[in-house]
Each structure stands twice: as C-alpha cells, then as structure tokens.
C-alpha cells in the first residue's frame, strides 16, 4: 500500500508505524503512533490533517499527517518530517520497529520489551541498544556467509 491508501484508510483510534528523517535525526526505526484526531481540513488551503500520537508518550508533542493535493506530508508539532515509509498496524501486540529479508525486530506494547525475530527463533532485549547489536552481528554473519 501506498502513503495516500494508508492515508485514507485511518480512522480515529487506528494504530499506524511511521519511519521518518526529520532534521535532527534520520529514520532508522518505526515509531508507533495512534490517530487521536480524525481527518479536518484546516488553512485557508483547506488541507486536509490527521493528529497523531505517540504510543509510549501519549502526552508528548502531537504529530500530523498532512494531505495536500494527494502528497502526504508530515509534520512533529510545528516541524517537518519526511515520511520513509508507512504501516498501519494490525497487530495488537507488537509494533515492528525494524524489517529486512533476514530479520523482523518488534516492541512489546504490555512491556516495552525489543523481540528480535531470526532464523525462527525469538530473541528477548530490555534495550534497543542490545537488539540493535545482535542485529548488526548478525547482519555481519550473513554478510561473510553470503560472501
């Protein structure tokens, strides 16, 4: 699916994991997000918007999702973002945080907990930290073994 089908098929209280670059950081990871307010059309342009918030930091700054002419833009309260890539969540559990061919890296909404999916087998990680280590020692294994 596309960001515009993605779009138009959010309702209020939809969850939705959102990969994007801002100025202060690239994209390296979803972030999970809830729609707190459904579409309004705001501006004197009449844009259509969508206020989302964050998951684990409900009363954070709000985040927005922008249809301007069919481009979907987004913004961190008054900040652009670019958007690298869209899912809307089916799990109830789990939010993905990272996918490749090789791996599926996951967060656990009741605990917080990093799940990392490979060679069918779970790996269970307090801290991104030590999930996003075992990813690259085992993107460095697949790499040699693939040499």
Known sequence: MNKLDIYNNLDKGDRIQIKYDSCIRKGERYHSFTVKKGKTLVGKRKVERITLVNIFNPKGVKYYLYN????????????AASIVDMIKNTSETENIINTTDSYTL???????????????KE???ADYELANAQIKSIEIVHYTLNK
Do not use: R
């Open 68 to 79: 301007d002419n069919d481009n979907i833009n987004m913004a961190i309260g008054d900040m």
């Open 123 to 125: 790996y269970i990680h």
């Open 106 to 120: 996951t967060q656990s909404i009741a605990s917080g907990n990093f799940i990392l999916y490979y060679d069918n």
